[in-house]
C-alpha cells in the first residue's frame, strides 16, 4: 500500500515522498523479536572470550535481549520501501524495512540531520 508522507527537518523544511507500508502479523512480529533475542543472546555468549569487556558486554546483551526483543515486537507495520529527499541536503532517504510507528524519526546519512516522517492527511 502505497502512502504519501512529509518528511519534515529540525528547522521546519519539509519535502514530500512516498512509502509502501507493509502490515506485518503477530507471527511475523513475533518471529522478528525472537530473532532479534537470539541475536543479542549470541552475542553475549560470543563476548564471553573476549578479556576484561566480557564483565560488562556479557550482562548488557543478555539485559538487553528482551528490551530489543519488545522494540522489535512492537510495530504493527514496517515501511518496506520509501522514497522521498531529504529537506536539508535534497539527497534521497534511504527507507527500508524501519519500524512504523508515526512520526517515524530517521537520520539522513548524507548530512546527519535526525527528521520526522509523518503520513500526509
Ligand atoms: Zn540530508
Known amino acids: 500500500m502505497q502512502v504519501p508522507i512529509v518528511i519534515q527537518a529540525p528547522d521546519e523544511k519539509i519535502n514530500l515522498g512516498e512509502v509502501d507500508l507493509q502490515t506485518i502479523t503477530s507471527t511475523q512480529r513475533l518471529a522478528r523479536a525472537l530473532k532479534a533475542l537470539a541475536v543479542c543472546w549470541i552475542l ?31 510495530p ?27 512520526p517515524v524519526k530517521v537520520f539522513c546519512t548524507a548530512c546527519r540531520t535526525d527528521l520526522n516522517i509523518r503520513l500526509k492527511i
Open 76 to 102: 504493527n507495520q514496517l515501511i518496506a520501501k520509501g522514497t522521498g529527499l531529504c529537506p536539508s541536503c535534497q539527497k534521497p532517504l534511504v527507507l527500508e524495512n524501519v519500524s512504523a510507528e508515526w
Open 44 to 74: 553475549a555468549v560470543a563476548s564471553v572470550v573476549i578479556p576484561i569487556i566480557h564483565f560488562v558486554s556479557v550482562p548488557l546483551l543478555f539485559l538487553a535481549g528482551p528490551v530489543v526483543a519488545y522494540f522489535f515486537y512492537r
